[in-house]
């Protein structure tokens, strides 16, 4: 989807998911990946209580020790292996949508803690794809901030949203399209011959 998009003339790609409990899985990536323990990347997602929470947190830390997920990151294979033993496949094809738009030089906004987790999965098997990513904005999920931090991305944005369909990156592509207008349209010093006035 992502090369048709680009050879069609998208010259820019945005992210996004429609799913039900896809935060616990992204909360199992997010963990995985960064190493971070599962009770600080696990949110509430749609509005649990505190009892489902802390069940969710259990499901998320029974999953980390089923299939041993640690340091997953140290090679593709081992990413691959956590994708498949604790991701959606949302979680694949936002991955593949990433890796293929970094193929392609053009550049991706991520929206939220799905496309987060995603993210790490691509950039486990390609470093270079988050030269190409652009963090929309932070959701309130946790495990969301814990991503881009790993990832090394700024959000543009933090209006502490809980809900994907790529809502959030959506919402930074004006800022992001005004961004590039004024570093390719703006006169700087010198071309505006500033630089050499007389003082």
Same mark, same amino acid.
């Given at each position: 989807?992502?090369?048709?998009? *680009?050879?069609?003339?998208?010259?820019?790609?945005?992210?996004?998911?429609?799913?039900?409990?896809?935060?616990?899985?992204?909360?199992?990536?997010?963990?995985?990946?960064?190493?971070?323990?599962?009770?600080? *990347?696990?949110?509430?997602?749609?509005?649990?209580?505190?009892?489902?929470?802390?069940?969710? /947190?259990?499901? *998320?830390?029974?999953?980390?020790?089923?299939?041993? +997920?640690?340091?997953?990151?140290?090679?593709?294979?081992?990413?691959?292996?956590?994708?498949?033993? *604790?991701?959606?496949?949302?979680?694949?094809?936002?991955?593949?949508?990433?890796?293929?738009?970094?193929?392609?030089?053009?550049?991706?906004?991520?929206?939220?803690?799905?496309?987060?987790?995603?993210?790490?999965?691509?950039?486990?098997?390609?470093?270079?794809?988050? #030269?190409? =990513? /652009?963090?929309?904005?932070?959701?309130?999920?946790?495990?969301?901030?814990?991503?881009?931090?790993?990832?090394?991305?700024?959000?543009?944005? #933090?209006?502490?949203?809980?809900?994907?369909?790529?809502?959030?990156?959506? +919402?930074? +592509?004006?800022?992001? =399209?005004?961004? /590039?207008?004024?570093?390719?349209?703006?006169?700087?010093? #010198?071309?505006?011959?500033?630089?050499?006035?007389?003082?």
């Amino acid at each position: 989807m992502a090369r048709d998009l *680009v050879d069609s003339g998208a010259r820019c790609l945005i992210t996004g998911d429609m799913g039900i409990a896809n935060t616990t899985a992204s909360a199992a990536l997010v963990s995985a990946f960064t190493g971070r323990d599962p009770a600080e *990347v696990t949110g509430r997602g749609t509005g649990i209580d505190d009892e489902t929470y802390e069940l969710k /947190v259990g499901i *998320v830390r029974q999953a980390m020790r089923s299939h041993a +997920l640690a340091d997953v990151a140290s090679s593709p294979s081992e990413a691959l292996r956590a994708l498949a033993a *604790v991701g959606g496949f949302e979680h694949a094809a936002i991955a593949g949508f990433i890796l293929a738009g970094a193929a392609a030089r053009v550049p991706v906004i991520l929206d939220g803690v799905i496309s987060g987790a995603a993210a790490l999965v691509a950039a486990a098997l390609d470093l270079a794809v988050t #030269d190409h =990513c /652009v963090a929309g904005h932070r959701s309130a999920e946790p495990g969301h901030g814990a991503a881009l931090d790993h990832l090394g991305l700024r959000p543009i944005m #933090d209006l502490e949203l809980r809900l994907g369909e790529g809502t959030g990156g959506l +919402l930074a +592509l004006p800022t992001v =399209c005004a961004a /590039v207008r004024v570093l390719h349209e703006v006169a700087t010093f #010198d071309s505006a011959g500033v630089t050499e006035k007389p003082v």
